[in-house]
């Protein structure tokens, strides 16, 4: 009795399945989920905008940083950083052809000179270290926080002394400091 019961309903829904008409009511489509497309399509854009690769490009890369050479008292030459630049003021009365210029004892760039009076303006994608990677420069869309501008020294053969630069800290170096002050 048990398969004639399922047996007649299997025949009666077959039966039925060609006589019947189906009905698919219209489908509504609210007004957030376009503007949750358009949201969603924006924030990928921007994150592929934003993120990058890190800096490196191995045919660029520099020799070791000299921590064996000793360091000159700073000299009255002044380093900025610009976001996306280092800025160099030498206010001192001594010129300098074909220096290195090292960035945080990691970063090297060459420069042909830095004369007296002088303001030299150098991107932070110039630098390069020892396996060919780069600083991290400023700018709004990056995906890692900037290099800082810590240390900075200039060299004028590779078996000279350094002379120290004096670093200036940003603003937001500065109050970032000052949060993390202990009262």
Known sequence: ?????????????????????????????PVVTPLLCAALTAGVIMSACGCESLPSDPT????????QLTQRIAEGIQVFNDGEAMIIVNASVESWTEIDIWLNQRYLHHAKQLAAGETLT?????FWDVR?????PGGLLRYYPPTPIRLTQIQTAPDAPLIGLVSIPTERELDLAQLNKPM
Do not use: Q, V, W
Not at 60 to 67: G, L, N, S, V
Not at 122 to 126: S, T, Y
Not at 132 to 136: R, V
């Open 60 to 67: 660029k890369a520099t020799r070791p940083y000299p921590f």
């Open 1 to 29: 009795m048990h398969r004639s019961f399922i047996a007649t309903l299997a025949h009666d829904c077959s039966r039925r399945a060609h006589t019947m008409k189906c009905y698919i009511p219209p489908m509504r489509i």
């Open 122 to 126: 150098i991107p932070l994608n110039e």
């Open 132 to 136: 060919g990677e780069g600083p991290f």
